[in-house]
């Protein structure tokens, strides 16, 4: 019986340091991610402060600005995000966990929207930068396209990756509400 | 106490409800020990969120009960409902007054076992609750659902299955 114990206390033991490993993990990689978008501002600030003292052109430097502002946008949501997959509580009642759960495999929920400043203001900078108006619907259309193709695919690997457990959350709501 | 201290208090005084749970679940003991695993991991991502508000023993199966619903690598419309007939309160689900005494035997216990595995996710894991002598107040905390609700469908699991049973007889 006492050996048993040990077992299961050397078992226990050893997944506290899985468990803390996998902290450990969740942080590094929240850490590295927030360091690149974090790394990028400065960077979008330099160009920006250089672009100041060599006199470009302002709309280059209105468009350098909206890239900075996008690059924090997206640091910012990321982060959110990153945060939100990584920290699911598994002691909520289950119907709240299951509902919480649907909220996050919903391609598009309230969530989404904070997105759109981020790709508004890349298009504001990209279209402020080119020169004439022919450019700029060019760089629209691209634009819209790159976007568009960016959508389909995120929505082809929401159907494969997100889909089913997104049906199967709903159908076990479903499940528990039908009284 | 610090988080790794509350976190051996808590798995040594609840290891085998723990295990129960997994037993109700998975028929193979690798399985078994693989949702062991699986709960003991959310038990120490969700230990930041513990309040003294509900008991000890509700959270952790409200732990164990999600963690058996989301486990990965499992398909949850085959996760079957294991029962043995050494479990005390087995006779919850067949005897309401529990004025008939009975010994399920062997036969019987297939049926029921059979039955228990057509029941929907949900309802297996109310059976799980039930057969581990949870009130209906702590069936109610753990799914998020009212009492009244609890024992509606838990009055349904068990007419469904006496009348099934009863039919087979």
Same mark, same amino acid.
């Given at each position: 019986?006492?050996?048993?114990?040990?077992?299961?206390?050397?078992?226990?033991?050893?997944?506290?340091?899985?468990?803390?490993?996998?902290?450990?993990?969740?942080?590094?990689?929240?850490?590295?991610?927030?360091?690149?978008?974090?790394?990028?501002?400065?960077?979008?600030?330099?160009?920006?402060?250089?672009?100041?003292?060599?006199?470009?052109?302002?709309?280059?430097?209105?468009?350098?600005?909206?890239?900075?502002?996008?690059?924090?946008?997206?640091?910012?949501?990321?982060?959110?995000?990153?945060?939100?997959?990584?920290?699911?509580?598994?002691?909520?009642?289950?119907?709240?966990?299951?509902?919480?759960?649907?909220?996050?495999?919903?391609?598009?929920?309230?969530?989404?929207?904070?997105?759109?400043?981020?790709?508004?203001?890349?298009?504001?900078?990209?279209?402020?930068?080119?020169?004439?108006?022919?450019?700029?619907?060019?760089?629209?259309?691209?634009?819209?396209?790159?976007?568009?193709?960016?959508?389909?695919?995120?929505?082809?690997?929401?159907?494969?990756?997100?889909?089913?457990?997104?049906?199967?959350?709903?159908?076990?709501?479903?499940?528990?509400?039908?009284? | 106490?610090?988080?790794?201290?509350?976190?051996?208090?808590?798995?040594?005084?609840?290891?085998?409800?723990?295990?129960?749970?997994?037993?109700?679940?998975? !028929?193979?003991?690798?399985? &078994?020990?693989?949702?062991?695993?699986? +709960? =003991?991991?959310? /038990?120490? @991502?969700? *230990?930041?969120?513990?309040?003294?508000?509900?008991?000890?023993?509700?959270?952790?199966?409200?732990?164990?009960?999600?963690?058996?619903?989301?486990?990965?690598?499992?398909?949850?419309?085959?996760?079957?409902?294991?029962?043995?007939?050494?479990?005390?309160?087995?006779?919850?689900?067949?005897?309401?007054?529990?004025?008939?005494?009975?010994?399920?035997? !062997?036969?019987?216990?297939? &049926?029921?076992?059979?039955?228990?595995? +057509? =029941?929907?996710? /949900?309802? @297996?894991? *109310?059976?799980?609750?039930?057969?581990?002598?949870?009130?209906?107040?702590?069936?109610?905390?753990?799914?998020?659902?009212?009492?009244?609700?609890?024992?509606?469908?838990?009055?349904?699991?068990?007419?469904?299955?006496?009348?099934?049973?009863?039919?087979?007889?």
């Amino acid at each position: 019986m006492k050996e048993h114990t040990n077992t299961s206390d050397n078992k226990i033991s050893g997944l506290i340091k899985q468990l803390k490993a996998k902290d450990t993990n969740y942080s590094a990689i929240s850490k590295r991610m927030q360091l690149i978008y974090w790394t990028l501002c400065p960077l979008y600030l330099f160009i920006i402060i250089m672009q100041i003292v060599e006199h470009s052109p302002s709309k280059e430097i209105i468009s350098s600005f909206c890239f900075l502002f996008a690059m924090v946008t997206f640091a910012l949501l990321f982060r959110k995000y990153q945060k939100e997959y990584a920290e699911v509580d598994y002691s909520q009642p289950t119907l709240l966990m299951l509902k919480k759960a649907v909220n996050r495999y919903e391609p598009f929920s309230s969530r989404t929207i904070g997105i759109i400043p981020g790709i508004l203001l890349v298009d504001i900078g990209l279209t402020i930068k080119v020169s004439d108006q022919t450019d700029a619907l060019l760089t629209q259309l691209v634009f819209i396209g790159a976007v568009g193709i960016g959508l389909v695919a995120g929505m082809i690997w929401w159907y494969i990756q997100y889909k089913p457990l997104r049906d199967h959350a709903q159908q076990l709501i479903d499940d528990i509400e039908s009284a | 106490m610090k988080k790794e201290e509350l976190f051996n208090t808590i798995v040594d005084a609840n290891q085998n409800r723990i295990r129960r749970i997994c037993a109700y679940y998975n !028929e193979n003991e690798n399985d &078994q020990q693989d949702m062991f695993q699986e +709960i =003991l991991i959310n /038990i120490w @991502k969700s *230990l930041d969120n513990f309040k003294n508000k509900s008991s000890i023993n509700t959270w952790v199966y409200r732990v164990a009960v999600n963690t058996a619903l989301s486990f990965n690598g499992k398909s949850y419309k085959y996760m079957r409902l294991i029962v043995t007939a050494d479990m005390e309160n087995l006779n919850v689900i067949t005897d309401d007054s529990g004025k008939e005494k009975k010994l399920l035997e !062997e036969q019987q216990l297939e &049926q029921l076992q059979n039955e228990l595995n +057509i =029941l929907s996710v /949900i309802d @297996k894991a *109310l059976v799980s609750l039930m057969l581990e002598g949870l009130s209906m107040k702590e069936i109610s905390d753990i799914i998020g659902i009212t009492e009244a609700n609890v024992k509606v469908k838990i009055h349904r699991i068990k007419d469904a299955l006496k009348s099934k049973l009863n039919t087979k007889r």
